[in-house]
């Protein structure tokens, strides 16, 4: 199918294959990945900041943790209702606001004093998130028509996430040593110049009030989101087997079946069912659980074990990972044909067994690892990685799906990404957890840890590989 934009008649959405784009759309676009550039160097300059700020706050390990868990609980709780909010009352409307929230949000966390007032902003960002990630993919997806013009835009909208997600390690870095608050208050400038261009280059849209509002759907699926994610990851405080953790998840299944239940009666679902029955799309939401899942407890465990207990600042940390996220910027001018000739079930494939390899090969790590023999070859294969895989896993997620659901998509690969997130390091920040102080005792009790997030990403492997199963057709296939 051929989408069309809302542009006035100068700046039509470009057909399948056209891709001398008006300087309004390439304005549309370069707006959008800034934003979703800006959601990644957030989480991850934050990252960066933990022991910093556990320091100067007197902050717990499990509390920091929260400063991460916090803005997944927002985002991930709420991205299914921000996907189909955007379609139902307008894709810029939704956009603009939530990017205004967004800002204040930063600006706030970079002035509070408090550990629970900062993790509030915290869940306060990722609510915006919630709607500005969903919205701005499904902006894209309804202006630039499936094929070649789509693929070339989510490749570079996409890039621009995973640019953001290695990016912000380094300025990260170079934040922390100024000060850790930069962190918070870096993202506010940029955030501000993003929200006037949107204003001035996002056409407007009409709502779509023919659809209806699915109200119950809503409120139980937020729920049951917001309480999910809240479960796993207070699971490892709390204990996995207690009667909060067990009857939490109780309570997540009731209302998941409470929420089925209603989107199989009411007229208009929030979540079309249906939907779910296309292979490429339920294949690519797990494939983002695993690379996102893995990614981040990866981070999460060496991000604490260089700074914390071998010592190194914040800025060598930062320059150490550099080089992943130099490879993912420097491919992007070729990611939409590597994606056109090989297709992106291959290429996920690939994307997660580069990442597999990266931790596996991070086990030999010891308490003065060298760089150049034991840091950079996993830092080069995570960069391969996330380079292949994300622009491929969220074109896959979109394609072949009608306008009107284009917002309901993206949310839920948004969705899958940060729920994925949250329970993946949930369960490492558990399995990793110690009172060791000795570097050696330290290593020895993360390694588990390390060995799981490989076998998260040997997983996605499998998953994504069932693509060719019974398949004896060799033409590279780009979704299906």
Not at 469 to 476: A, L, N, S
């Amino acid at each position: 199918m051929t989408s069309t934009a809302t542009i006035p008649n100068a700046d039509h959405a470009p057909a399948d294959g056209d891709l001398n784009w008006s300087l309004r759309l390439w304005g549309i676009l370069i707006t959008l990945c800034v934003v979703l550039f800006l959601d990644g160097l957030d989480v991850s300059m934050v990252g960066v900041a933990l022991p910093s700020i556990g320091d100067e706050l007197n902050l717990s390990t499990s509390t920091l943790q929260w400063l991460i868990s916090g803005y997944i609980l927002g985002y991930g709780g709420l991205l299914l209702l921000g996907g189909r909010t955007a379609d139902l009352l307008g894709r810029r409307k939704v956009f603009l606001i939530a990017l205004s929230v967004f800002a204040v949000a930063s600006l706030l966390g970079g002035v509070v004093d408090s550990g629970p007032l900062l993790i509030a902003t915290r869940f306060i960002k990722g609510l915006a998130a919630a709607f500005t990630a969903p919205t701005g993919l499904s902006i894209i997806t309804t202006t630039f028509a499936e094929g070649k013009a789509r693929n070339k835009a989510l490749s570079i909208y996409t890039l621009f996430g995973a640019s953001g997600f290695s990016s912000g390690l380094v300025f990260g870095g170079l934040m922390t040593g100024i000060g850790w608050r930069w962190t918070f208050l870096l993202p506010v400038p940029i955030a501000i110049g993003a929200l006037i261009a949107a204003f001035i280059l996002i056409p407007r849209d009409k709502a779509d009030t023919s659809g209806g509002y699915d109200i119950a759907g809503a409120i139980l699926s937020t729920s049951a989101m917001l309480l999910l994610v809240y479960t796993v990851v207070s699971a490892p405080e709390a204990g996995w087997g207690s009667a909060r953790t067990i009857g939490s998840f109780v309570a997540v299944v009731a209302l998941g079946a409470a929420f089925i239940s209603v989107e199989q009666r009411v007229a208009h679902p929030l979540l079309r069912l249906g939907i779910l029955r296309r292979g490429s799309l339920v294949r690519a939401n797990i494939a983002i659980i695993a690379m996102a899942g893995s990614y981040f407890s990866f981070q999460f465990i060496i991000t604490i074990y260089l700074q914390q207990t071998l010592g190194w600042s914040p800025l060598a940390l930062a320059m150490a990972l550099l080089p992943a996220g130099l490879l993912v910027a420097f491919s992007a001018p070729f990611a939409d044909r590597i994606i056109d000739r090989f297709g992106t079930p291959r290429l996920i494939i690939v994307s997660l067994v580069a990442m597999a390899i990266g931790y596996f090969l991070f086990l030999r790590v010891d308490t003065h690892p060298a760089y150049v023999a034991l840091l950079l070859p996993t830092v080069l294969l995570l960069g391969l990685g996330f380079a292949l895989g994300f622009p491929s896993i969220n074109i896959q997620a979109t394609n072949g799906i009608d306008d009107h659901e284009q917002g309901l998509a993206a949310g839920l690969v948004q969705t899958s990404m940060q729920v994925g997130a949250a329970v993946v390091l949930a369960i490492t920040t558990a399995i990793i957890t110690t009172d060791a102080t000795a570097p050696d005792e330290v290593l020895d009790a993360y390694r588990p840890g390390l060995v799981f997030v490989g076998i998260v990403a040997v997983v996605g492997v499998l998953v994504a590989a069932t693509h060719f199963i019974g398949r004896t057709d060799k033409t590279p296939a780009v979704t299906s």
